[in-house]
């Protein structure tokens, strides 16, 4: 099979497997090793290496005694246990756990607390994936004009038809692609949940500059 057709077969079962939407979540409050089970076989079809994108017991565990989830209620994981453990799966690709966890403290503490305004993971989590529902396809598209604009520009080189060198330029396309979206949700997760107090004080500094032109 020519890599065109392979990347095209792939990026179909990432548009059907990528995103696990909140209506496949069991409703049903589950044991540790049903949730293990359900994330493992909502990947299954994307030939994954070494589980990455899977969440294990041990992970699972490790996540609840460093406060990325709320603890479970009574040994089971509600369907907010799930949907907040579907987060981290998509975060835990780009972020550290520490980080993760400086992400997902404001869910957990509000899951704890009596007092205030409740959040809804659901709300959430449903939000990214209609935002997301399109990427994929979008990206095959992109995919298919990547490839026609690589063959086009190693028309008029040695390396025409070598399919080896075409392939390497698609993969680094994609990895610049990956480390640009990564940029932007580092600076944004180091800006408000790592350091807050640095966007607070920039922002105080902007209206004296503003002041000091209207003196002038």
């Known amino acids: 099979m020519r890599y065109e057709e392979y990347i095209r077969s792939q990026l179909k079962k990432l548009q059907n497997s990528a995103i696990i939407p909140e209506d496949k979540i ?52 509600t369907k907010s246990h799930m949907i907040m453990l579907a987060m981290i799966i998509y975060l835990k ?21 009596d007092f205030d305004d409740h959040i809804d993971p659901a709300m959430l989590y449903n939000t990214a994936c209609s ?9 095959s598209a ?24 075409e392939i390497f330029i698609l993969i680094l396309s994609l990895a610049m692609k990956a480390d640009a979206a990564k940029y932007a949700a580092a600076r944004l997760l180091e800006t408000y949940f790592i350091n807050p107090e640095k966007e607070r004080r920039e922002k105080v500094k902007k209206p004296r500059k503003t002041a000091e032109k209207t003196e002038e």
């Not at 994307?46 to 460093?66: E, F, H, R």
């Not at 690589?150 to 070598?162: N, S």
């Open 93 to 113: 690709g780009i972020f550290k756990i520490e980080e993760i966890e400086l992400l997902m403290k404001p869910l957990v503490e509000n899951h704890r607390s």
């Open 142 to 165: 992109q995919v298919d004009s990547d490839i026609d604009e690589i063959k086009k520009k190693l028309e008029e080189t040695d390396i025409a038809d070598d399919q080896r060198m």
């Open 131 to 139: 935002i997301n529902s399109s990427y994929v396809e979008t990206l």
């Open 26 to 77: 069991p409703g049903l409050d589950l044991y540790i090793d049903q949730a293990e089970m359900f994330f493992k076989k909502q990947f299954e079809d994307l030939d994954l290496s070494g589980d990455k994108g899977i969440i294990t017991k041990a992970m699972i565990n490790n996540y609840t005694k460093n406060d990325l989830i709320p603890r479970p209620e009574g040994k089971k994981y």
